[in-house]
Each structure stands twice: as C-alpha cells, then as structure tokens.
C-alpha cells in the first residue's frame, strides 16, 4: 500500500508541477500581449502628441495671421475716413460742385434739361451734357 501511496503522492506532485508550468506559461503569454498592447498605445500617444503640438502651432499662425488682418482693416478704414472727410471737404469748398452733384442727382431722377437748368443755374450745354451721359451708362 505504500507505494500506491507514494504513487498517488508522486501523481499528485507531478500534476501539481505541470499546472504551475502552464501557470506560468499562460502569465508569460499575457505579458508578452500586454507589453505589445503598451507599446502600441505608447506609439498612438507619441503620434496623438506630435498631432496635438502641430495643430497648436497651426492655430497660432491663424490667429497671429487674424490679429495682422484685423489691424490692417482698422488701418484701411481710418484711411478711407481720412479720404472721406478730405472728399466732403473738397465738395463744400467748390460751390459750383454742389451745384453739378445736385444736377447730376435730378438727371438720375429723370428731370428735362429746362428743370436742371433753372434749378441748378448752369448752362443748356452743360445739362445736355449731364443727360446725355446718363443716357449712355442707362442699361439697354
């Protein structure tokens, strides 16, 4: 009966032996998978990084381009208000301008030759002359 025992016992050793090999086989299995798993994860954040940092420098172009943009419409429209006030300054020292704006506006209106020149006292020559260009920029 005692070697059946020490059998037994050597059976029982035996197998215990083999399950902590697969054990152990399984674990390096799945830290092998693992360690791949990290590395591949490690490379998609470097990637993710590298993306993140050159969108960053990206969207710090176009803002620094869109403030240079922005100033430069400021500087545009002070020079166009600049140009409008020296305009309107130069229509208010010509008196006979004023008086060619408006015949120009009454021919826009559609007025005759005889209202322009009776309202805006200039010469039958020249109130033609004002209706015949509105006559030639009129779409056919």
Sequence with gaps: MSISFEWIVLAV???GILLAV????????????SRRKLQAMELLVKELLKSRDSTRKQ????H???LGAG??????EKSILVLA????ELVLQDPDSRLYSRAARMVE????????????????????????LRASRKPN
Excluded at 59 to 62: A, F, I, R, V
Excluded at 71 to 76: F, G, N, P, R, V
Excluded at 109 to 132: F, H, Q, W
């Design 85 to 88: 006030e020296r305009q309107q």
């Design 71 to 76: 100033q430069k419409m400021l500087e545009i």
């Design 109 to 132: 209106l559609g007025a005759g030759i005889d209202e322009v020149m009776a309202e805006c006292e200039i010469p039958k020559a020249e109130a033609e002359l004002l209706i015949s």
């Design 13 to 15: 050793a035996s197998t």
């Design 59 to 62: 969207l710090n172009e176009l």
């Design 22 to 33: 697969g054990a152990l086989v399984i674990c390096w299995l799945v830290n092998t998978r």
């Design 64 to 66: 620094s381009s869109a």
